[in-house]
């Protein structure tokens, strides 16, 4: 038997990287993070509009055709 602290040994799990997702409003161009979002009673911007729009990375992807 060793002698080992009493209390329950807890491993940490690494968090997950979580992905923020940036909206950017449609009339004045404000961004806002889907968290902000999720914080409000509805869906709108502080201008008053409700259309987002997702920003996206500025990554070009090339296909090849087959």
């Keep these: 038997m060793s002698n080992e602290d009493p209390q329950e040994i807890v491993e ?3 968090e997950a990287p979580s ?9 004045c161009g404000t961004p806002v993070t889907q968290t902000e ?4 009673p ?13 920003l996206r990375p500025p ?4 296909l090849k055709a087959i």
Excluded at 19 to 27: A, E, K, L, P, T
């Design 42 to 54: 509805e869906i709108k911007c502080i201008c008053g509009f409700r259309v987002f729009s997702k």
């Design 12 to 14: 940490e799990k690494p």
């Design 19 to 27: 992905f923020s997702v940036v909206y950017s409003c449609m009339r």
């Design 59 to 62: 990554v070009v992807k090339s």
């Design 37 to 40: 979002l999720s914080r409000l």
